[in-house]
């Protein structure tokens, strides 16, 4: 009972990949047997069968996000075997992480423009920069500023490119 148990389990093993990642069936097939057959081919879903030659691997067109069944079977040059199953999922594209995680006062939030969310995520890299330096390094930041007073934000990101660029 163990042996039919452990023969079915390829066939119940469901896989999943993002939408923008590339899979490729494989399959098992003796030397013995491969030298006596004509081809594999393979299907998705409903799609007509698709002569793929002698190799064990093949690589999955892109699909649409959702479920799918993928099949392979063996041909000689009049028929074809049973075919071998797999059903698999799509997974759509995996959301971006968001950045810039602190603490801010209670009230409402608003969504940031691309360019405001690149000024944040350069402020908060420049930030972290300014955080390991010490305070003499720091004096010399302001020393060598050469920037409107009070420093708009480009002028002062641009003063510190400038800066860890030449010091």
Known sequence: ??????????????AQYRVNETRAFQWDYSTTELALIARFEVQIDTA???GVGKVLKWTIPPLTVGDHVG???ACNTTECSLPATMQFTVLPLLPVTPSGLR???AGT???LNDR???EVTQSYSYLWQLRRLSSGELNLFAQSYDGP???SYDSLM???DIWFVNR
Request: proline letters at 11%; hydrophobic letters at 65%.
């Open 116 to 118: 405001q969310v690149r």
């Open 71 to 73: 099949r392979v079977r």
């Open 48 to 50: 007509a069968w698709l």
């Open 109 to 111: 939030a608003s969504l």
């Open 158 to 160: 641009n003063s510190l």
């Open 149 to 151: 007073i009070p420093p």
């Open 103 to 105: 603490l801010a006062p």
């Open 1 to 14: 009972m163990l042996f039919w148990v452990l023969i079915l389990i390829p066939n119940l093993v469901e």
